[in-house]
Nanobody
Framework: QVQLQESGPGLVKPSQTLSLTCTVSGGSITTNYYYWSWIRQAPGKGLEWVSSISSESSVSNYADSMKGRFTISRDNAKNRLYLQMNSLRPDDTAVYYC???????WGKGTLVTVSS
């Protein structure tokens, strides 16, 4: 059974940088030809796709509002995904989830609050 767990600092100030980690267990992040994604949900809003990275290459994609600010990456040896978020804004406040591209596996999410 594949399990995903997000972790990272919960509170940062506007314009600061924060990195999230998604640790995957029960399966390799390099198999099955799927993408791995970060998705967020702001308070009172729906799910918003943030970024995805290929399971087999460095190909990645970003939502328009995250391009140039966020960077997705992975460490195959550690079976982890990362999301580095620069120039954070208050509207980046959300619960951030990592998920397998099939949609079958999600982490429980980690809350990121951007506030002065």
């Amino acid at each position: 059974q594949v399990q995903l767990q997000e972790s990272g600092p919960g509170l940062v100030k506007p314009s600061q940088t924060l990195s999230l980690t998604c640790t995957v267990s029960g399966g390799s992040i390099t198999t099955n030809y799927y993408y791995w994604s970060w998705i967020r949900q702001a308070p009172g809003k729906g799910l918003e796709w943030v970024s995805s990275i290929s399971s087999e290459s460095s190909v990645s994609n970003y939502a328009d509002s995250m391009k140039g600010r966020f960077t997705i990456s992975r460490d195959n040896a550690k079976n982890r995904l990362y999301l580095q978020m620069n120039s954070l804004r208050p509207d980046d406040t959300a619960v951030y989830y990592c998920a397998h591209g099939s949609g079958d596996y999600w982490g429980k999410g980690t809350l990121v609050t951007v506030s002065s």
